[in-house]
């Protein structure tokens, strides 16, 4: 089974998941941690607790916020101890939902397919429509 872990800083792996369970539904197999300013329990220690109750066979995905942030610095010190884990940064809605919805284990080509995806889906809309718009009046000339 893949499992997935959303790690962040603050809320937002706790509010990409309920975004991804509002368009998919159920999601037994994602999980979020994140660092908080009070935290009783480090964001390394949950996800530690974590990867021991998955068992030998899962696939493990962690998707991370910001690049070499203290989370992702955190996520990839783990990989000495789980050296299959995969860890990927850039965490973004359109990466969780790809990630959440795959059916099989995706391996090097795939994982950079959905990252590509993923960073596709980062534009500015209003550039667009004005170009567009733009093109439009040129095409009617």
Do not use: W
């Amino acid at each position: 089974m893949n499992r997935i872990i959303l790690a962040s800083h603050g809320g937002l792996s706790e509010g990409m998941l309920d975004t991804a369970r509002m368009i998919v539904g159920d999601l037994p197999n994602v999980y979020a941690v994140s660092t908080q300013r009070d935290e009783t329990e480090t964001i390394v220690e949950a996800t530690r607790k974590l990867l021991y109750s998955f068992a030998k066979e899962d696939r493990v995905f962690i998707l991370t916020d910001v690049l070499s942030g203290s989370v992702n610095n955190d996520m990839l010190s783990l990989a000495a101890e789980f050296p299959d884990i995969t860890v990927i940064c850039g965490m973004n809605v359109c990466l969780v939902l790809e990630m959440v919805t795959m059916d099989d284990d995706p391996v090097g080509e795939e994982i950079r397919r959905i990252i590509e995806e993923s960073r596709g889906q980062i534009t500015n809309c209003t550039e667009e429509l004005r170009n567009a718009m733009k093109q439009e009046e040129e095409d009617d000339l």
